[in-house]
């Protein structure tokens, strides 16, 4: 085999919580995390060298690229000398707190560990992950779970019934890492019943869960960017069960129990923004 082509699906945030700062500087967080059917499709060939292309001119193609750092990662651990052609079909929108580029990473270290015969087993490849990113470990997963830590203590959830969204991407990127400098407990209003989501999930109550959806990366975000607020409201008003910001933002998503709601609601917010996603829960097929 000299070409596989890996799916790489987006995440979004059904909670996220912050607990502390942690002494390594990042933050202790609590957060469940959710695949969605909004999918990049990363093509791995094999070559002499690691290079990087996408369809997309918004993310770089070279070394400074998550996917081209998770190749070199995996080579150097093995002392492989080797490279791959890694071609993303970017569909997922970027600087959107959807964890774009830590899907692409994921989807590199399972791509190459089957294209390269490195039989790597799931623990190595989620040690790797981590060097990569917080978010990447999860990546690699096919499950929802509850995070913890800097989101690499997983704790996979039962599938429930598929849930339905609708995303809505402002016509602007927020930096993740400047969300997390201005984050400050003394703004957050309200917090996550993180205990009560994992009840409703676990009892398959989705108008529970939807009302247990808190993110406290709000508290940095709404106030700097009001058009996410007034995301959420719309959101509301079109009859989603509850709308929330993903991860760092600016992506709002809505969470909707009837199709006929989510359908008008997309209908409308297409007049008025580019990125606009009818989406659902996604399990990555083998």
Not at 165 to 170: E, G, N
Request: charged share 25%.
């Amino acid at each position: 085999m000299d070409k596989i082509t890996i799916e790489a699906p987006a995440k979004i945030n059904l909670t996220l919580d912050i607990k502390g700062k942690r002494s390594d500087g990042y933050h202790e967080l609590e957060t469940v995390m959710h695949h969605i059917s909004l999918v990049d499709y990363v093509t791995l060939e094999k070559s002499d060298h690691i290079t990087v292309s996408s369809n997309s001119k918004l993310i770089p193609n070279d070394e400074s690229n998550l996917a081209y750092k998770a190749a070199k990662l995996i080579f150097e651990k093995n002392g492989k000398k080797a490279g791959v052609n890694i071609y993303i079909e970017k569909n997922i929108p970027v600087g959107a707190g959807l964890a774009g580029g830590s899907t692409n990473a994921a989807a590199v270290l399972l791509g190459l560990n089957k294209l390269y015969d490195l039989h790597l087993s799931p623990q190595v490849l989620e040690e790797l992950a981590l060097e990569l990113g917080s978010d990447v470990p999860f990546c690699l997963a096919d499950k929802t779970a509850l995070a913890k830590g800097r989101g690499e203590k997983l704790t996979f959830l039962p599938p429930i019934e598929k849930l339905n969204f609708l995303l809505v991407k402002p016509d602007f990127q927020v930096s993740t890492a400047q969300v997390y400098k201005e984050f400050s407990f003394d703004k957050v209003q309200q917090v996550p019943d993180t205990n009560a989501f994992l009840k409703a999930w676990h009892e398959c109550d989705i108008i529970s869960l939807a009302n247990n959806m808190q993110n406290v990366l709000e508290s940095v975000c709404l106030p700097k960017y009001p058009e996410i607020g007034k995301i959420k409201l719309r959101m509301l008003e079109y009859g989603a069960l509850n709308a929330l910001m993903s991860g760092s933002g600016p992506t709002v998503f809505g969470l909707f129990d009837n199709q006929d709601k989510l359908n008008q609601a997309y209908a409308g917010f297409l007049t008025e923004y580019k990125e606009v996603f009818k989406i659902s829960s996604y399990i990555r097929s083998e």
